[in-house]
């Protein structure tokens, strides 16, 4: 498996949110995508995010429940550029 690869400022808000690298693994195994900004793709759980995660992961996908409100942010080279916690619904 591939290691993250974080930009400097990415490792910082990991650290200072509390967010666990399983969930950046998860966000870009399952989550959903849109273009954000020039040359960058934000990662997020919508519906149908959550529901592939839920056939993954099975039961402990109810574990996970509480820790899938953020999003990253990564760039064309595959960097991880910044995580967030996703406050309101993100719009298209």
């Not at 666990?20 to 195994?29: G, H, T, Y």
Request: charge should be positive; hydrophobic fraction near 40%; proline fraction near 4%.
């Amino acid at each position: 498996m591939k290691t993250l690869e974080l930009s400097k400022h990415a490792s910082i808000r990991l650290q200072q949110r509390g967010i666990a690298p399983l969930i950046v693994d998860l966000l870009l195994q399952f989550g959903a995508t849109e273009r954000s900004g020039r040359d960058t793709t934000k990662y997020y759980f919508d519906k149908p995010a959550r529901r592939r995660l839920r056939a993954y992961a099975g039961p402990l996908a109810r574990l996970l429940e509480d820790h899938l409100d953020y999003y990253a942010v990564v760039g064309a080279d595959g960097t991880i550029v910044t995580t967030a916690p996703r406050l309101t619904r993100i719009k298209h």
